[in-house]
């Protein structure tokens, strides 16, 4: 059965699926699939592609655009924190690298020794401190509390 892609409605504009966003760059995305609609409003992450490379777009409220990208201009030089590569001012969205997979995916097929598991929470506490050194507390952390269970604070 073909699932059919939902067309997520925002307050000024439309995103579909094939629709190309210009953004600050100057680079075309084009909107591949929906990856999740934020169930408390009208944004959502999409999958987008130019030259036949995948990213990730994030659209957010205006307000929250106006501090994230407050926040990430602080942080420019960051190897810790996740970092856009772009932005597109209408609808306002970030545009991140595509990983492909995330931990918590990773973790379900994969067994972390536990020196893995170390590592990987010390490098998640440096880039929280990373965050604290600028005055910004992130609300969605996750706790690694075995090899393929994770609890989101």
């Given at each position: 059965?073909?699932?059919?892609?939902?067309?997520?409605t925002?307050?000024?504009?439309?995103i579909?699926?094939?629709?190309s966003l210009?953004?600050?760059?100057?680079?075309?995305?084009?909107?591949?699939?929906?990856?999740?609609?934020?169930?408390?409003?009208?944004?959502?992450?999409?999958?987008?592609?130019?030259?036949d490379?995948?990213?990730?777009?994030?659209?957010?409220?205006?307000?929250?655009f106006?501090?994230?990208?407050?926040?990430?201009?602080?942080?420019?030089?960051?190897?810790?924190?996740?970092?856009?590569?772009?932005?597109?001012?209408?609808?306002?969205?970030?545009?991140?690298?595509?990983?492909?997979?995330?931990?918590?995916?990773?973790?379900?097929?994969?067994k972390?020794?536990?020196?893995?598991?170390k590592?990987?929470?010390?490098?998640?506490l440096?880039?929280?401190?990373?965050?604290?050194?600028?005055?910004?507390?992130?609300?969605?952390?996750?706790?690694?509390?075995?090899?393929?269970?994770?609890?989101?604070?």
């Amino acid at each position: 059965m073909k699932r059919t892609m939902p067309r997520l409605t925002m307050a000024a504009s439309s995103i579909t699926i094939g629709q190309s966003l210009r953004a600050r760059s100057g680079t075309n995305y084009a909107i591949s699939r929906l990856i999740q609609q934020r169930p408390d409003g009208p944004h959502g992450v999409f999958e987008v592609t130019t030259d036949d490379r995948k990213y990730v777009l994030k659209t957010i409220s205006r307000s929250q655009f106006d501090r994230e990208e407050t926040i990430w201009r602080r942080l420019h030089k960051s190897t810790l924190n996740r970092l856009p590569l772009d932005a597109v001012d209408e609808p306002k969205a970030f545009v991140y690298e595509h990983l492909g997979e995330d931990l918590q995916s990773l973790s379900k097929r994969a067994k972390f020794t536990r020196k893995q598991i170390k590592e990987i929470s010390r490098t998640i506490l440096e880039a929280i401190a990373e965050l604290h050194e600028i005055d910004y507390l992130h609300g969605g952390i996750f706790y690694i509390v075995s090899d393929s269970e994770f609890i989101r604070f």
